[in-house]
């Protein structure tokens, strides 16, 4: 069992703050290397979002690749669906990614290829998060 905490962020500049589940996730380069970050575990994405300095620091390249527009809380945005190895905790395993063509999103830990892999559990109360 992987158990991460909430993590807390600043909410505006008024001095409040909010805790939000965030795991500690690798994506492995294309270089064969191991890169960590930090996404929010989002139960009502669909597919895992990366921003477009992640996925150059990992080795993502468009090139011939059709894109699309996803849609969300803030809006469309453009991304190109990519296979890339991911790690939590000990278990190494190929998710799909939709790799955005910006920087205006979060990265976002969605369900594609992770919650049919793991048990997830949020216990808001306790700021933890289960992956089992």
Known sequence: MITFRY???PLGENGQSIMRPVADVFLKTTSGA???YHPYIDSGADVSVIPLSLGRLIGLTTG???TSDIAGVSG???VVYKSVQMKIGSAGFPVTVTWALTEDVPALL?????FDRFTVTFRQSE?????A
């Open 7 to 9: 993590k807390e962020e």
């Open 34 to 36: 191991w890169i960590e």
């Open 64 to 66: 011939q690749t059709v």
């Open 76 to 78: 469309s945005i453009p």
């Open 110 to 114: 969605g369900r594609t290829d992770i």
């Open 127 to 131: 700021n933890t998060i289960t992956f």
